[in-house]
T-cell receptor
């Protein structure tokens, strides 16, 4: 158990809908990262938050947004969903704000858009 | 743009054979991290290499970081079924940016 909690584990929704994925980082970790992993593909970095502020942005679509709350949990919002958004979404956390320390990944949320 | 190429994409081996995956960066890296993702699982941190020419071992796994800090490799000796999964490298290019390789999937032939 990495200590990172993601909910829900599975989500099935229709095209055009909006969903929210939730992540609770490990106790004491200030950074949260979101990644997208399509079937049998690599990890695509979406966005990082550190202590409530956006720290780095990757290949995140405009239809996607995220935030980190004062209690450090984070949410990833996906809107106007398309079939191609079906993927495994991972949240990871680390202690510091940089990427020089190991990241701990949650179990992921599997999103299926039908 | 900056990228980390990881090869091969797949490697099929007989149990007991060796396995190697390579990562090559288009730019000098501050450090490189390696992760393993078991089938159906999430990535798990294995190790971080920081120094030029660094070599680290974890039991049957040997990790190397090139002299120019642009390439890295992971070698597994005498693979076992527990080694099955996808191995990712991730290179740090700035304080806040990790560039991930596409991963190498290790498959043990039946």
């Amino acid at each position: 158990d990495s200590g990172v909690t993601q909910t829900p584990k599975h989500l099935i929704t229709a095209t055009g809908q909006r969903v929210t994925l939730r992540c609770s980082p490990r106790s004491g970790d200030l950074s949260v990262y979101w990644y997208q992993q399509s079937l049998d593909q690599g990890l695509q970095f979406l966005i990082q938050y550190y202590n409530g502020e956006e720290r780095a942005k990757g290949n995140i679509l405009e239809r996607f947004s995220a935030q980190q709350f004062p209690d450090l949990h984070s949410e990833l919002n996906l809107s106007s969903l398309e079939l191609g958004d079906s993927a495994l979404y991972f949240c990871a956390s680390s202690v510091g704000g940089g990427v020089s320390t190991e990241a701990f990944f949650g179990q992921g949320t599997r999103l299926t858009v039908v | 743009g900056q990228q980390v190429m990881q090869i091969p994409q797949y490697q099929h081996v007989q149990e007991g054979e060796d396995f190697t995956t390579y990562c090559n960066s288009s730019t000098t890296l501050s450090n490189i991290q390696w992760y393993k993702q078991r089938p159906g699982g999430h990535p798990v941190f294995l190790i971080q290499l920081v120094k030029s020419g660094e070599v680290k071992k974890q039991k049957r796994l040997t990790f190397q970081f090139g002299e120019a800090k642009k390439n890295s490799s992971l070698h597994i000796t005498a693979t076992q079924t527990t080694d099955v999964g996808t191995y990712f490298c991730a290179g740090q290019v700035s304080n806040y940016q990790l560039i991930w390789g596409a991963g190498t999937k290790l498959i043990i032939k039946p």
